[in-house]
């Protein structure tokens, strides 16, 4: 397991933007997938976005699909997170997570979130007017 060290969210009115990071501190995350899930409270776990830190190619959820963006550091071993435009339906926990098969269409396609090794704390995004 990596550990992951999340920073961001808050609170924002609709069409707002907010900026998610997520550190792995202690590990290279190279050839890993890397990425976010979120979820609402009683609800299930989503991959919102994901990046292959490898080759750079960025993966995302339909609904988010325009406005959201993901990128890597590979110097910081950070992954972030810019979301604009929120509306009220994206207003979640956001959870960063690292899969060592560094697949990720098997990470965004996943309805075994729990099996991805690694999980960040998770960050509150809250879309209020």
């Known amino acids: 397991q990596v550990q992951l060290v999340e920073s961001g969210g808050g609170l924002v009115q609709p069409g707002g933007s907010l900026r998610l990071s997520c550190e792995a501190p202690e590990f290279m995350l190279d050839d890993y997938a890397v990425g976010w899930f979120r979820q609402v409270q009683g609800g299930e776990r989503e991959a919102v976005s994901c990046i292959n830190m490898h080759n750079g190619r960025t993966y995302y959820k339909d609904a988010v699909k325009g406005r959201f963006t993901i990128s890597g550091d590979k110097n910081k071993n950070s992954i972030y997170l810019q979301m604009n435009n929120l509306k009220l339906e994206d207003a979640s926990i956001y959870y960063c997570?690292?899969?060592?098969?560094?697949?990720?269409?098997?990470?965004?396609?996943?309805?075994?979130?729990?099996?991805?090794?690694?999980w960040g704390q998770g960050a509150q995004v809250t879309v209020s007017s």
């Open positions: 997570a690292a899969d060592q098969d560094g697949d990720c269409l098997k990470f965004m396609r996943t309805t075994r979130w729990w099996e991805i090794g690694s």
